[in-house]
């Protein structure tokens, strides 16, 4: 379990590091698995949406059931990136996996924080800090309805 949890992380790191990917070209085969979108499970649906839109610009795309659970789809960018599930299912004591946390990018880490933090449920998990490989990026983590945890990546300057 613990090393699918490690894997997951890394999967969640890999797009917040694009200073490291654009330096090193990696040839990908055709058939090379794409990552497409995270789904989470949440107790309560609205606040989790409200979070997403408010605080880091997130655009409900739709309502959908995931077999009897109420959901939502919401696109980060151009990808529908988030599904969220509702679901009184207790991650921590079951055989579903649970996340550490997501990862943005972002341009102006203060402007992000500042944002991220007026969202609804929003509390700050840990300030502005030097992060990344070789301590170059800026990284700060806001924590939102039933402990999600989010974190704000501000690459190097070129």
């Known amino acids: 379990m613990k090393r699918f949890i490690q894997m997951i992380t890394c999967l969640l790191l890999c797009p917040v590091l694009p200073a490291v990917a654009a330096d090193t070209p990696h040839p990908r085969p055709a058939d090379a698995p794409v990552f497409i979108h995270i789904h989470l499970y949440c107790n309560q649906l609205e606040p989790m949406i409200k979070f997403f839109v408010e605080g880091f ?17 919401l696109s980060l960018g151009t990808t529908p990136l988030l599904y969220i599930q509702q679901t009184k299912v207790d991650a921590a004591k079951s055989d ?18 500042k944002k991220a933090m007026s969202a609804p449920g929003a509390t700050l998990d840990r300030g502005i800090q030097a992060g990344g490989l070789g301590g170059k990026s800026k990284t700060a983590f806001v924590r939102g309805p039933e402990g999600i945890r989010v974190e704000l990546v501000q690459p190097p300057k070129k």
């Open 96 to 113: 579903i996996a649970a996340y550490d946390h997501i990862g943005f990018n972002v341009g102006d880490i203060e402007a992000a924080l």
């Open 57 to 73: 610009d997130a655009q409900l795309t739709m309502r959908r059931k995931f077999g009897e659970n109420d959901g939502a789809v």
